[in-house]
């Protein structure tokens, strides 16, 4: 939702485009609750809409929101806008998730680029308290980090008082130090708070409905196209639909999904398009069996796991 | 069973070496009773019992006919009321005991009943006096208890074991046909504590303790039952709240279900009149007993964020008016304390209930705040709507009769929109500043503020 659309080309971030397609693919699996066009979709599209390009190919997803909070570049946004039936709204998700949430199915995803934060919770803990049964909710949050000791103890306390809320309860999982926030440290910290925030805020909301709510999570991605990013995301659903959910099955056969503290690392395999092609004739097959001329078998590997969704991006003259 | 034929061996005559002896003392007792009660709120507790019970012969329904009579002298308190008595058997078994044994029989229990931990009145006897007697007739019994509590504190049996019984003054009689007019309870209580008898006979208690009656009770007179202080009538003053077309109270029911007996929670929010400046804020009832009373404090949500965010309560939402009923067969799901005074605010349920008072709220608190921010304006809509209904009788709704449930309806807010920019302001060298009004060709600094900033934002923004 903030500016990144001028600094980089949204579909130019493969493993970013791995995680929408992967998503996309879960997304499919929504039907047992309805079909899964009739799902509303909100996001933050920036200039390149490729999220919204993706789930309305793919899904034929027609209710759509896009919340900008640049509103001074009004009209490159609108000029940007793939589709007719992407509504833009201009301001901050905060006030725009009040204003225009509507009791129907949901796929959420608040695609921040920027660190966690408190106002990222305050959408999050919206969600929980509003979001029908058989909603999903991603979150896309910043996990950069710091290697030098130095460092890291600042950027240790600018993230405290980031996620911090003045007078609500503290928010870093006990016992944290700096050192926690090193390498993957940021993405698994930001993990533990996201979470804690929906189980705390879906266990309010079970405090008088007879519904019962569950929230269940199913992504737990980490990735690095320039920056270390987390996604973290996952179900919400009522007592009375759990069948639904468990007719989803999303983990079968969705080796992406993740429910626990350990996320799925989308790790990019450096190829030629000459040996992309070499390797996508033999898939799918047992990474051990792959055939390839002088790759490293760990690249081997890392392949075999992201063929299907793997972009492939080639410099055209128009 | 093993332990229990243990206990029955037991010769109690030979003192057993290994046991120790943790038995309290009367003296704690009455003192820890009575330490943390006010002494309006002990009064209120002997209320309770008689609203008990007009409430067991008539539900919920009309209570006319009933009365509860205070009289507060400088030497006597004395409450008496005609709500039916209390029977000898709860008498000798559960109405003197300290605290309510959980395995009293339901059939002696009040359903939705105020009275609950079973120290109510004992509590107040000790708060206010040293001598009391309670006397009561129902339709087939009739008893006196007289007991001097210093008598009492120091009873011993022949073994020297603290007696823990009080005593009737015969003759007793059960199982005999009462008078129908006389049914109902008179406690007296004397040999007053001095502090408390002084206090007691200031025209101020007896205006406060009037006004508390009023609010705990407000449903009970409401229904009819008389209730009067030294000869005068407790005001009926039931709660209201401001409805008309463009402005509707919230209003919504839950029911929650805890070891398969239901609970009832109703909770209206709206706006009333800002005057008097105290009466913002919240009002908690359990099983129609006043709780809380206008309570601005994070207890019922202020400055929290459960389900929505509430600001901390403000002299602005002097206005606001939230009312919060719980409601259940068993008393002791309720989240009240023994006092009756306060909330468990750990409770699920009242944690439950307080998510939905913010959420009910906040639209209000919005509403206040569009209001106070039209103060400094030309054109006041809010306030002259406001103001119109201060004085039309009309607009102003018992809360029985608020039907609508939904939530709070107010004149759509106006959009203000914001700024989108923000102004810069900085000061530099004039030299330098010369030097970059040659590189953008322009002639005044502003120009050169706002030159650099483009040049800047072009190139990494």
Known sequence: MAGSGDKIDYNLRPAKQIERKMLSEAFRRLSFFQAVESYRYIGFGSFYFADFKLIHKSLGITDMVSFELESWKRKRFEFNNPFRCVKLRFGHSNDLLKTNWQNRRTILWLDYDSPLDKLCLRDVSFFCNNAVSGSVLLVTVDAQTESEPAKLEQRFSEFKDNVND??????????????NLAGWGTAKVSHKIIMNEIDRVVGERNLLTEENFTFRQLFNFCYSDTARMLTVGGIIY????????????????????????EPYMIDLPRLTFREIRHLDSQLPMSPSKLRAKGINPRELRKYAKLYRWFPSFAEVEM | MTTKAKKNDKNPALPDPNRIDAAPTKELLIQSLVKDIPLTRAIIDLVDNSVDGARAIRGKKNYKGFFVHLRITKDRFEIEDNCGGMSVEIAREYAFRFGRPSDMPSRLQTSHSVGQFGVGMKRAIFKLGRAFTVESTTNNSHFIVNEDVDAWKVRKDAEGHDVWSFAFTPPVAEGEKQDPKKLGTKITVTRLIPDVAKEMNTDSFLTELSSELAAAHELSIGRGLEMKLNGVAIPKEPSKLFVSTKVQPAKKRFQKTVNKTKIDIVIYAGIYRSRPSKAGGWYVYCNDRL???????????????IGERMPKFHPQFARFRGYVFLDCDNPALLPWNTTKTGLDTDSDLYKGAKREMNILGRPVIDFLNDLDREKNRVSKPLHSLVEKMDDDEDAHVLLTDVKRVGAFVSPARKKVEKPDSVDI??????QEVNVLKKFFAVSKASEVGEKTFDYVYELEG
């Open chain 2, 291 to 305: 709780i809380l009373r206008a309570d601005q404090s994070a207890i019922t949500g202020w400055g929290e964020k």
């Open chain 2, 425 to 430: 302001k900085y000061k530099r060298p004039i």
């Open chain 1, 166 to 179: 003045d007078d609500e309860r503290e928010r870093i999982p006990f016992g944290t130090t700096a050192k």
């Open chain 1, 238 to 261: 009522s007592a009375n639909e759990y069948d639904k959910y468990r007719a989803c099955h999303f983990a079968r056969d969705l080796k992406f999904i993740r429910t626990g503290s």
